[in-house]
């Protein structure tokens, strides 16, 4: 199957600074990605959907301005969490569409952010 | 709406065994596509199988075959000859013809006994 990566697996951060994570399909272009937060024995909850060459589209809740997204090129999306909370501690994850009309999402490993 | 339901929050099953795991789908759309998904405690995501809503036969992927019975819009995953490593989160999801998210189910936690 497709391989989607996602960088960093891990990060702690003080609180106030920014995180970037990045999200990458390795062996096809997806021209949409999608970003997602999972709290802990929850399912996940998906925050934005990030398409190549325009802006997010975000789900009601979601503050774009504290969760910046960026899908600069086919295979590369940005998720930047600004000024950091601990309560923006969380696993987050993003998955890449394949442009079958199946549209199966391929999954990163995910991130686990911890803000002190 | 679409919504998705996995009514058994945790399932054990006894290795070398059978075992289903069920999802029910509630949706106007007359063409969808059914996921179902596997996460170990690792955190990441698996892609298992795909039934699409016009699939006259019901998908198989190795041990993993989806019972899909679209009058009651259920899509159950059945697992046979559980092993070990089967051990994870499942969730079911769904996606419609005209949309490109997916709605996921609360998941439901397989425990395989040795």
């Known amino acids: 199957g497709a391989v989607v990566s996602q960088h960093p697996s891990w990060v702690i951060c003080k609180s106030g600074t920014s995180v970037k994570i990045e999200c990458r399909s390795l062996?096809?272009?997806?021209?949409?990605m999608f970003w997602y937060r999972q709290f802990p024995k929850q399912s996940l909850m998906l925050m934005a959907t990030s398409n190549e060459g325009s802006k997010a589209t975000y789900e009601q809740g979601v503050e774009k301005d504290k969760f910046l997204i960026n899908h600069a090129s086919l295979t590369l999306s940005t998720l930047t969490v600004t000024s950091a909370h601990p309560e923006d501690s969380s696993f987050y994850i993003c998955?890449?569409?394949?442009?079958?009309?199946?549209?199966?999402?391929?999954f990163g490993p995910g991130t686990r952010l911890l803000v002190l | 709406a679409q919504k998705i339901t996995q009514t058994q929050p945790g399932m054990f099953v006894q290795e070398k065994e059978a075992v289903t795991l069920d999802c029910t789908y509630d949706?106007?759309?007359?063409?969808?596509?059914l996921f179902w998904y596997k996460q170990p405690s690792s955190g990441e995501m698996i892609f298992l199988i795909y039934?699409?809503?016009?699939?006259?036969q019901n998908a198989t992927e190795g041990r993993y075959s989806l019972n899909f019975q679209k009058a009651r819009k259920s899509a159950n995953l059945v697992i046979s000859a559980s092993q070990l490593g089967d051990s994870a989160m499942y969730f079911c999801?769904?996606?419609?013809?005209?949309?490109?998210?997916?709605?996921f189910g609360p998941g439901t936690r397989l425990s395989v006994l040795p």
């Open positions: 998955s890449a569409r394949d442009g079958t009309p199946k549209g199966t999402q391929y």
């Open positions: 949706t106007s759309d007359p063409s969808y596509g």
């Open positions: 062996d096809f272009q997806a021209t949409t």
């Open positions: 999801a769904m996606r419609d013809n005209y949309g490109q998210n997916f709605v």
């Open positions: 039934q699409g809503s016009y699939d006259q």
